[in-house]
């Protein structure tokens, strides 16, 4: 008998919701908050709420105050250091010019922001969801969209556990369990696996821009505490990437003298020898930057992809079923590197329409009012405000880009127009490597073992654990020819961008021979977007396998 004849248990919820970070838990104590009775789960693929979150962060407390308006009063929730001093900087190899503060458009301001950890915050929002009586399992990746007879969506179902990598059946083997609900919310985080299936196949890009991505690695470092600065927060942009290649850094300074270091490069680069974590490595070793982390330790780190394409690039949000929510959808907002705010909101939002529609005897249909609500609510007035900064970094490179995108904002800020218009992003990100031969290699920096590591001693910071003898999780649709293209033309980019050493090319007697050490992936998706074919997909392991991350 196939696995798929095999019996599952079902169970009915009003509303299912995939994944536990902020657009999720958000959408759960809203909808709990408008009708106590209404039964709402929430499944995570994690080992426990907030094991795969990674954020900067630096929140804007927006949502928090329209979801929770005295989360302030709350001795538990975790955001405790308000933003004190805000500074951008441009970087040279030797130097770094400080930005005037009267420069900035007011969005970019962060002076009302709070510093903390965005998985603590998870976990704060879950355990303030189970008191409403929202159910949540940790542990449980969805696997499969269900769908009816007229092609809605009915819920999800989880994966099967105890499966061996030879797909043999192991003692342990559980079979997964159907979640059907009224509706289904897909609040999965940038590059979500359910969700390109569901925008594949109600053709929700149909009318949006390609998305578009970017890669943000983050250290997590004890420092000594005459170094410490509570509520400094400092963005740059510049070296050690070249004006071509987007990105930049952030540092802040929060809690328990405690900094969050880390480094966004945007996944649009053409350079194939360019690896983000060493450039993020390297941007340590700046001499502005690395008097910060002396006589300090090194606690955390991790990876995670980042939705870049903004305002242009948001799908269309509904299907008959269910919609998309947060990251999943893209709502990241680029220049202010944030999209927490975002992410609540659009929870906030999309349980509204939710309640309404269980309120009139609705299900399974289109949730029309959260499509047409968005544009104009606070997120996407948020959006439209910076919609042609990233095009126009893309365009011009990132000191003209710069310039241009500031432009724009003011013009939008004190005019109410944009003399760009909106701009198109192009070309996805996997079209965008040149060919090696086109490119120069650029040397990586030795790391010392203090200020600057090595991907291996990095990944076993983030606690990351799968259970071996089970099926890779990275599939690779045609071997031949990730040997003669991804090998062969651009001389083998992903044990480059991959920032947790989960591939590498041996040269053997026979020719190459793609490795995939997929124990040590850290789910930041980036092999699904930056492989220049296409050919690597990313799909969950079994439930609660990946990173375990703490105070990221």
Known sequence: MSDEALPRDSMEFDVVIVGAGPAGLCAAIRLKQINPDASVVVIEKGSEVGAHILSGAVID????????????????????????DDRFYWMTQSGATRLPSFLMP????????????????????GA???????????????TEILYGDGGEVLGVATGDMGIARDGSHKPSFTRGMELRGRYTLFAEGARGSLTKQLIAKFGLDQNSEPPKFGIGLKEVWQIDKARHRPGLVQHSFGWPLGNSTGGGSFLYHYGEDLVSVGFVVHLNYDNPYLSPFEEFQRFKTHPSIRGAFEGGKRISYGARAITEGGFQSVPRLVFPGGALVGCAAGFVNVPRIKGVHNAMGTGILVANCVSDALAEGRSNDELREYEDAWRDSSVGRDLDLVRNVKPLWSRFGTVLGVVLGGFDMWTQTLLGLSLFGTQSHGKPDRS???????????????????LTFDRLSSVFLSNTNHEEDQPIHLKVADMALQTSSEHDVFAGPSNRYCPAGVYE?????????FQIN?????????????????????VPPEGGGGPNYQGM
């Open 106 to 125: 007011p969005l970019m301001n962060n002076h009302h922001c709070y510093i903390g950890s965005l998985g603590d915050v998870c976990r704060w929002l």
């Open 518 to 538: 997929a124990q040590n992936c850290v789910h930041c998706k980036t092999c699904d977007i930056k492989d220049p074919n296409g050919n690597i997909t990313w």
């Open 61 to 84: 407390p927006a949502g928090l105050d329209q979801l929770i308006p005295d989360w302030r009063d709350d001795a538990e929730c975790p955001l405790k250091t308000r933003v004190t």
């Open 432 to 450: 965008t490597l040149d060919p090696a031969t086109a490119c120069q290699p650029r040397p990586a920096p030795k790391p010392d073992g203090v």
């Open 505 to 513: 090319w041996i040269e053997e007697g026979a020719g190459p021979r």
């Open 128 to 142: 303030r969801a189970e008191a409403l009586g929202v159910d949540i399992y940790p542990g449980f990746a969805a």
